[in-house]
């Protein structure tokens, strides 16, 4: 058995999963999974706070444009394949060959990604609290820890400024 390495197709933006699933689907009914035996789109879950302070949480490609393939490119019948979806254009590569991904690429490509929270204020912005025991006091931005959940707050509290931790959604950017 020939040896699989993962390759990346172009495809046309918005046609990522349709290019992977017709991918796969070619590849079992022409009975082909030996050669062709995984794709794969990098997904991350991205958190929005919206100006409400609601999280909604939503998938978004890592690369758009990009499907990523486990196969056997020096087999034409798994080159050609692919190249014939429809929505695929191309390969990455020299000359539109496809030219293998090395570990550190897959690895460093993030092939399993964490998700992120994504917030509509940073540092140095004007911040009002809209939940907690502080709710409706207003304050700047002074720190912010996407990763750990907390931003801390410069509030005024009985005519000193105090620095309070809050959680992320806890606070939403004034004008």
């Known amino acids: ?32 999974t030996d050669l062709i035996q995984e794709t794969h789109i990098p997904t991350e879950e991205v958190t929005e706070i919206g100006d409400d302070g609601k999280r909604r949480t939503k998938t978004r490609l890592i690369y758009p444009g990009y499907v990523f393939i486990k196969m056997v490119a020096t087999d ?20 539109n060959k496809p030219v293998p991904l090395t570990e550190d690429e897959i690895n460093t490509l993030g092939m399993e990604r964490k998700g992120r929270t994504v917030t509509k204020y940073s540092v140095g912005d004007k911040v009002k609290v809209m939940d907690g025991p502080l ?17 801390k707050v410069l509030v005024e509290m009985f005519g000193r400024e105090t620095e309070v931790e809050l959680e992320l959604d806890q606070v939403e950017l004034t004008d």
């Open 1 to 32: 058995m020939q040896e699989t390495k993962w390759y990346v197709a172009h495809t046309y933006s918005g046609y990522e999963r349709n290019a992977a699933g017709a991918i796969e689907k070619a590849a079992e009914s022409r009975k082909m």
């Open 76 to 95: 034409p019948r798994a080159w050609h394949l692919v190249r014939n979806i429809r929505g695929v254009t191309g390969f990455v590569g020299e000359n």
């Open 135 to 151: 709710e409706d006091f207003s304050g700047r931005v002074t720190e912010l820890s996407i990763e750990n959940n907390f931003v």
